[in-house]
């Protein structure tokens, strides 16, 4: 199956014979000529996903199992995409979910995804019905509708081209329009959160540094005019442009970092290629790890054997730490060092302190 449909990563559940499934897998990758590498994925609520009435929409034709399998790797390949599919209760964090008010937690945890999805904005042009819901402005009727405009005309080139949408008036345009992204389109703007309101002023402002807004696509272009930036007198700069200086910050930050993710920031996936018994664990080992669990005493991590490793709050920094929650939370890819290993128990002692 690797060859013939050129698999390049394997992504594995964390659940039920996770530990299994990766040495089978890391066995037969060990027979194959070319570098294929897998991660362990946290498979939480996709078994809620899979049967659920959304998911039956998008495979009518495939049964549970394979719809859950489905769901882990694309939180592979896109992780916010897939997990804004699922009810964030049922992604099981949190241990009294059940015992404070089940309106105000689904409304708070609903304004969190927003949150994360309006700041990392959504492409138009691949989003699924479920992501583009969370867009401020846009409902799940209107979603469906953008799709389907999508499947008719073919690619939006432009935010304008939403205001064609059935539904989509120009209330919900505005709220909407700075959230969008559309790459390769017919303006530049669009790949960042500078609102259509605000493109004006974002042309004068470079029209004036002598650049364009094609420049913004030029690698050493955007050089140039990030280093313009630097040497601009904000307030004086907004009198003349006849705007607000915290809206021509913002406008700045957005022109520096065109169609950047904020996600890239972020540590990404380990990707392994063989699997670390507990026998091979050695004190003074360096590893990388995940971050399961935070207690008042420390932290527990992933380090890819069967037994997830403690980092006693003692070893998180090399100063004093009061509560492990201000160094670490759970999913942190962090380095850690093994310091001591207990073979009876199967406990592995970790420290942060490398």
Not at 38 to 52: L, T
Not at 160 to 182: D, S
Not at 231 to 259: F, H, R, W
Request: net charge negative.
């Amino acid at each position: 199956m690797i060859e013939k449909y050129h698999v390049g990563m394997i992504a594995i559940g964390n659940g039920t014979a996770s530990r299994e499934s990766e040495i089978f897998v890391s066995d037969m990758l060990k027979e194959m000529d070319e570098e294929i590498y897998y991660a362990i994925v946290s498979e939480a609520g996709a078994s809620v996903y899979s049967a659920s009435k959304l998911a039956t929409e998008e495979y009518p034709d495939i049964n549970v199992s394979l719809r859950g399998a489905i769901s882990i790797a694309r939180r592979l390949q896109d992780p916010l995409s897939e997990l804004v599919k699922i009810d964030p209760k049922s992604i099981g964090v949190g241990q009294y979910q059940h015992d404070v008010n089940q309106k105000r937690l689904n409304e708070s945890l609903s304004s969190v995804v927003e949150d994360a999805v309006n700041s990392v904005g959504v492409d138009v042009n691949t989003a699924t019905p479920s992501l583009l819901s969370y867009v401020a402005g846009i409902n799940g009727t209107i979603a469906k509708n953008i799709v389907q405009y999508r499947d008719e005309k073919g690619e939006l080139k432009q935010r304008k081209e939403l205001l064609k949408v059935p539904k989509l008036g120009p209330a919900a345009f505005k709220q909407c329009a700075g959230f969008i992204r559309i790459f390769e389109g017919k303006n530049p703007l669009e790949v960042t959160a500078v609102h259509p309101e605000s493109y004006e002023i974002a042309e004068k402002l470079l029209t004036n540094l002598g650049y364009s807004v094609e420049n913004l696509l030029d690698k050493e272009k955007l050089e140039e005019i990030k280093q313009s930036f630097k040497s601009i007198n904000v307030e004086k700069t907004a009198e003349e442009l006849e705007v607000g200086s915290l809206t021509l910050k913002d406008i700045m930050a957005e022109l520096s970092k065109p169609g950047r993710d904020p996600r890239e920031d972020l540590p990404k996936p380990i990707l392994r290629s063989d699997v670390l018994k507990f026998e091979d664990l050695q004190e003074g080992m360096e590893l990388t790890g995940t971050v399961r669990n935070v207690i008042d005493f420390g932290a527990f991590v992933d380090i890819g054997v069967k037994y997830d490793g403690l980092v006693h709050v003692s070893e998180m920094a090399e100063k004093f730490v009061r509560n492990p929650s201000e160094i670490v939370a759970v999913g942190d890819i962090v380095k850690v060092k093994v310091i001591g290993i207990d073979q009876e128990k199967h406990k592995v002692s970790l420290s942060m302190k490398l």
